[in-house]
């Protein structure tokens, strides 16, 4: 009598319990390299954004990080990175800026990387100034000059040479791929 009780109430859970084991979920779609982590987004905003000149697209909700010590002034040529983080759909992007190089389009030359032209007008993809950037950053950590057009050399100030690092730090640490 006992075994028959026990079984009464064990059968259905048990019952229940292989139902839920044999359920198949749906795989999860996996992660882009632009997608940011919730500690990783409340870490840019509460201790490194503070380093930065944030401007927010309205219609997008985008918010666009400039590191402060860029001089807007200034009438040297540069190549100004700029984090765009895209909170809504938790990812963030490198834009890379050109200053002060007047031309129809960019042809950048870097070592061991063949020469990209790029034009002037269009925004570079997300992919490809990602690559773009961490190519710069190899050519800078090895004291190697960066090339535009042929004749304008970008990053010759060391504190130039900072800067972007260090906005290429802090986006790549956002990403997660420091």
Known sequence: MRTKLMLKFVKPKLLLL?????????????KN?????APNQLYFKNVRSIYYKTETDKATKIDYYTLNKWNEKSLKPALVPV???NWIEEEAY?????KNIAADSYNI??????NINLPTQDKMPNQQAYELALAIKNQLLANELVVVNDSITLFEDRNERSYFLTTLQDYLRLIEKK
């Open 18 to 30: 292989l139902f839920l084991l044999s359920c198949e979920t749906s795989p999860k779609k996996p």
């Open 33 to 37: 390299v632009f997608h940011v982590i």
């Open 83 to 85: 984090i765009a983080d």
């Open 94 to 98: 490198l834009q890379l800026n050109f």
């Open 109 to 114: 030359n870097i070592e061991k990387w063949e």
